[in-house]
């Protein structure tokens, strides 16, 4: 799975979760035309894009605490392949970005 592919999934999950929110101000349809789109291919989303709907889903940032176990593995080993280094961080020690994560893990699956 390439990076293209991976932002597309984190970008689906996150507007299926803003769904009901849509539909209260009436953007459902674009929200579900969004979903179908991602799923088919036919939209590239962009890692901002995907990071502005982490926001308003307010799971914007991880904890460094919280990225070993989503990848099923040790804080160590997570220290020790380098895998703290390659995802984003926030300017505030700690903070990794969650869209970031999210295709990190994504990656590493299908490989």
């Not at 597309?8 to 507007?15: E, R, S």
């Amino acid at each position: 799975m390439n990076r293209t592919q991976a932002l597309q999934k984190v970008c689906v999950k996150y507007l299926k979760r803003l769904r009901g929110v849509a539909e209260r101000y009436g953007l459902q349809g674009f929200v579900d035309d969004s979903i179908n789109a991602s799923t088919r291919g036919e939209c590239e989303p962009t890692e901002k894009e995907c990071e502005m709907l982490a926001r308003i889903a307010n799971e914007e940032r991880l904890m460094t605490r919280q990225v070993p176990p989503l990848f099923d593995i040790s804080y160590r080993e997570a220290f020790d392949s380098g895998l703290l280094e390659d995802i984003k961080k926030f300017p505030r020690p700690g903070n990794f970005s969650t869209v970031d994560t999210l295709v990190h893990k994504l990656m590493r699956e299908d490989k």
